[in-house]
Structure formats: C-alpha cells, structure tokens
C-alpha cells in the first residue's frame, strides 16, 4: 500500500492512537501533581474505559473495556463537546465527590475521546461541617453575649434607680436630724418649766403639792424624750453609716455593669465578625 493510502485511510486514526497513548502514558504524573485526593480516567470516542488511574479513596475496580454510564459528565462530554461537571453525593462511597468530563479532540476539532477526573470532597465536606459548626456556635454565643450585654444595661439602669432612692433615703434621713433637735429642744424646755413649776410649787406649800406632781412628771417625760432622742439619734447615725455603704456598694456594682455592657457588645460583635468569615470560608471551600 502507498504511502499516500496510508495517510488518506490511517492518518486520522494513527493520530487518535498517539494521542490517546501519549495522555495513558503522562496522566500517571499528572494524577501526581494534584494536591487532592482523585482519580483519573481515559475514555474513547464510543464511551469505553481505555485507563482507569484509582485514588486512594476513589477505585472503580477493573472497568479497563466497560463502558461509561449514561449521565456521567464522560458521556454527556462526549457528546457534547463541552466539559461536564457534577457533585455526586456521599451514597457512593460514602463521601461527596465531584465527577468531571473533558472532551478530547484532534487537530482539527473533532472529538476523539475524553479524560474523567474524579475529585474528593471528603476534606472539603469536614472543612464545611467544621465551618457551618462555628458559624453556628458563633451566632449563638453573639446572641448570648446580646442578651447578657441587655442584661448589663437593665442592670445598669436599675442601679442608677437605686442611687437615686439612696439620695432620697440620705434626705430623708437627714430631715430627721432636724427633728430630732426640734424633740430635744422641746424635751429641755419641758425640763426647764417642771423644775420651774416644781419651785414654784414649792413655794406655794400645802396648795402647791398637786401642782409638784404634775411638775415631777412633765420633768420625768422630759428626761425620758431627751434619753430617746439619743437612742434615735445612735439608730439614725447607724443608718446612715449603711446607707453610705450601700451607696458604695451600688456606685460599684454599677461600674461593673456599665463594663460589662461595653465587654458583652464588644464580643457580640466580634463574634458577629467570625460568623461572617466563617461565611466566606465555607463559599471558598465549596470551590474546591
């Protein structure tokens, strides 16, 4: 046969062939360079396995002459001259992977068979679960720290209550300073006219002993309102002393609150933020 012949009936077949055995003999170290986990395969134009390149997690078996399945994105690239890609859920070998179909052609564009590529998601679905599990952990600790940060500022805003109740309770209080002095004052002068009375009725003699006894007792009250105002006065001052702690106590307790109201927005926000880069970790990882 000439070598005309040869050409015009082979030449488009020889160089179907030297394609198809250049990539059976380069896709091994390809399959290399991949940082993922993956398998690789050859296809003819009539849907055949020609090379099947196992992963460590992805192994077909012995398909070397099967064909490929309808559906697959080898047969829909093979027909449509276009690359197919698909995510085939964890049913088929109990993680997700993604199956993609590239057309091979000749020179001048005809297509002469296909390269499968089969992508692990394993890693890829632990990084989302990792990813959606913090998103979610997040979310619920900023809605915490929300809550506790409201929390703070009714504690705040109770406390400022409180202090103003103090402040009217210290008034109050010491009204009776003034009280006390008007009881104590009366109390002297109640002392003062009983001994005068009691002079007088002295004085008087026989006539005047019924006005010695009401005297004695208007003094005996005296004395007795006198010792009581003491007593109160001790009471009030105790009070007093208590109220001044407490009101140091609330001044605290209230800088507490205010702090902790500004630390629990803080947080929320912070892990508001998280939450959002969690987002665009999992949009990135879903482009593997």
């Known amino acids: 046969m000439a070598d005309s012949e040869i050409l015009s009936n082979g030449s488009e077949k020889l160089g179907e062939k030297v394609i198809i055995e ?3 003999m380069v896709f091994p170290q390809v399959q290399k360079l ?10 003819d134009k009539d849907d055949t396995f020609l090379l099947h390149l196992p992963s460590s997690e992805i192994d077909l078996g012995d398909v070397v002459g099967k064909k490929v399945t309808p559906g697959d994105p080898v047969y829909e690239a093979l027909r449509s001259g276009t690359v197919h890609v698909r995510v085939l859920p964890k049913e088929y070998f109990g993680f997700p992977f993604k199956a993609v179909g590239v057309p091979l052609m000749d020179q001048d564009g005809n297509i002469i068979g296909a390269m499968g590529l089969s992508l692990s998601l394993k890693q890829q679905e632990a990084l989302t679960e990792a990813v959606q599990s913090f998103a979610s952990t997040s979310e619920e600790v900023a809605a915490t720290s929300q809550e506790l940060a409201a929390s703070a500022q009714e504690l ?12 009217e309770m210290n008034s109050q209080v010491n009204k009776t300073d003034a009280m006390l002095n008007f009881i104590n004052s009366v109390a002297a002068n109640s002392n003062l006219l009983g001994l005068n009375a009691s002079i007088e009725a002295a004085r008087a003699g026989e006539h005047g002993r019924g006005f010695d006894v009401v005297a004695t007792e ?3 009250m005296a004395d007795s309102s006198a010792n009581s105002v003491q007593d109160i006065r001790g009471i009030i001052t105790d009070i007093k002393e208590k109220v001044a702690l407490l009101s140091n106590a609330t001044s605290k307790v209230a800088d507490i609150a205010q702090h902790q109201a500004a630390a629990s927005e ?3 926000a912070s892990m508001q933020q998280l939450a959002s880069s969690a987002e665009s970790i999992e949009k990135v990882s879903e482009q593997l």
């Open 34 to 43: 991949f940082p993922y986990d993956c398998s690789i395969g050859i296809f």
């Open 156 to 167: 705040s805003h109770e406390m400022d209550s409180l202090s103003n109740l103090q402040r």
């Open 22 to 24: 250049v990539l059976k």
């Open 266 to 268: 803080e947080i929320s």
């Open 218 to 220: 208007i003094r005996k």
